[in-house]
């Protein structure tokens, strides 16, 4: 694995943003496991989404609907046929790799001194089997999702007559998804359980609308992540090949973080035409009494990729310093409080008041350990952008430093306004 992996992979452990799956029990592949500083960067990514994608529209409205699925879904949405990787298998060591993952089959190749031969590509379903129902013989199988999106489909017709949305129109919807994935790895990147965020907008059934949501859909995605901080050098789009399309899409275009592991897909636009709705023969009856089958244009990014792509972005290290330069309004911890000295009693009241009012209002840190200098390390660290510090001249003139995370700087702000200050900061 590449140094900078290894060291955010570490970090992830050490600070607890993510933790390997089942550990005790020797782990479990794919799976990985939110820490306290996880939670908060993944529920603050899901947060900024909702809030851009429905919140500020009025033409989004959001659901949130069930993982398993009536058989006949997946039947209909071509799942059972379709959703499938070409697999190969190394006929001396037995490992299996997808055969569109050439660099991974090459670097394999380098582990055997023998020249390496393997099976013929074959397709395997990638979604995940389970048993619904008490009594044994009589348990009926079923399917965990492969993707959140059946879930706006089957519900089109629900949320047409429920709410007074009209063409076009998005359902956005946040939730797990579960993919028996041939070769998991590169960290969380590829994982069998994971999250998604994703918008199914629909639209008239004609090019000219399509293609006009394809563009504004790519590129309100494409801003939103470089609002939240990534570097615009780490992201690219790139054209699916006509071989590599999904068997729904008319086409598609990733956004790519540029990975230490090369450049990776983390949200992907596809053009679905009516391809589900017609499936799940759902129509819509348009303003003059017509009945059609719009167009989808769907947006369907990750979670886990984007905290991924989120962390390794915003790493930094500056001498003994690790820096999580994470936009604030992703940053697990938003301010930090710490009286100078943990010996001085009236230095300690002052700064727990301060502390429990700031709680409230921000997720905030308390820490009154070891040297102050230490303390601004471990914040670093954490990705918190602000410290408040309560000093002898607290206590005179009721003000207080706030040291910015990416500066390094202090100053002195009064204690009354500082709510505001971190306020104005984060909106
Ligand atoms: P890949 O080609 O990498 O397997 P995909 O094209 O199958 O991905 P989609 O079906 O388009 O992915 O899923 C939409 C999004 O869901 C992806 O852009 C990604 O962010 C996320 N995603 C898909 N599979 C996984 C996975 N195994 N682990 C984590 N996130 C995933």
């Known amino acids: 694995m590449d140094e900078k992996m290894q060291q955010i992979v570490a970090l992830c452990k050490r600070r607890g943003f993510i933790f390997p799956g089942s550990e005790i029990y020797g782990g479990l592949t794919g799976t990985w496991d939110c820490g306290p500083l996880g939670v908060e960067l993944k529920n603050n990514i899901k947060k900024q989404w909702w809030l851009s994608m429905v919140q500020s529209r009025e033409d989004v409205v959001g659901i949130d609907a069930s993982i398993v699925m009536n058989k006949t879904v997946w039947e209909k949405s071509g799942h059972l046929k379709a959703f499938t990787d070409p697999l190969v298998e190394c006929k001396i060591c037995h490992s299996r790799f997808r055969a569109d993952k ?3 089959i090459e670097n394999h190749e380098k582990t055997h001194k023998d020249k ?8 395997f379903n990638l979604l995940v089997k389970a048993l619904f129902g008490v009594l044994e013989g009589e348990q009926s199988e079923v399917y965990l999702r492969g993707e959140i999106t059946q879930g706006a489909f089957v519900n089109f017709e629900n949320v047409v007559s429920s709410t007074r949305v009209k063409i076009p129109f998005g359902i956005a919807q ?8 041939i070769t998991p790895g590169n960290f969380t990147y590829r994982s069998r359980e994971f999250e998604q965020m994703e918008l199914e907008f629909f639209v008239e059934n004609n090019d000219k609308e399509a293609d006009k949501w394809f563009d504004y859909w790519k590129e309100q995605r494409m801003s939103w992540y470089a609002g939240l901080g990534i570097n615009k050098d780490n992201l690219r789009f790139r054209k699916h090949e006509d071989s590599e399309r999904a068997h729904y899409a008319k086409y598609a275009e990733d956004i790519e973080y540029n990975a230490p592991f090369g450049w990776s897909e983390f949200e992907g636009i596809h053009h679905r035409g009516d391809y589900d709705l017609k499936a799940h023969a759902l129509n819509y009856v348009g303003e003059n009494g017509e009945k059609y089958t719009p167009w989808v244009i769907e947006t369907s990014g990750g979670v886990d990729r984007s905290m991924l ?4 972005d915003s790493f930094s290290k500056e001498g003994e310093r690790t820096v999580l330069k994470l936009h604030p309004k992703l940053a697990p911890y938003k301010v930090a409080v710490f009286p100078l000295l943990a010996n001085k009693e009236d230095l300690v009241k002052r700064a727990r008041s301060i502390f429990e ?5 921000f997720m905030t840190a308390w820490d009154d350990r070891g040297n102050i ?3 601004y390390l471990a914040q670093d660290e954490a990705g918190t952008p602000w410290c408040v510090t309560v000093d002898f001249q607290t206590l005179e003139d009721e003000t207080v430093t706030v040291r910015d995370r990416d500066t390094a700087k202090q100053k002195r702000i ?10 104005n900061k984060l909106t």
Do not use: D, H
């Open 102 to 104: 050439k660099e991974e």
């Open 116 to 123: 390496v031969s393997w099976t013929e590509p074959k397709n």
């Open 174 to 181: 946040i939730g797990k998804a579960f993919r028996n994935e």
């Open 309 to 312: 792509f989120f962390l390794l």
């Open 357 to 361: 009012n700031l709680k409230p209002q």
């Open 373 to 375: 200098g230490k303390r």
């Open 414 to 423: 009064k204690v009354e306004e500082l709510s505001q200050y971190f306020q």
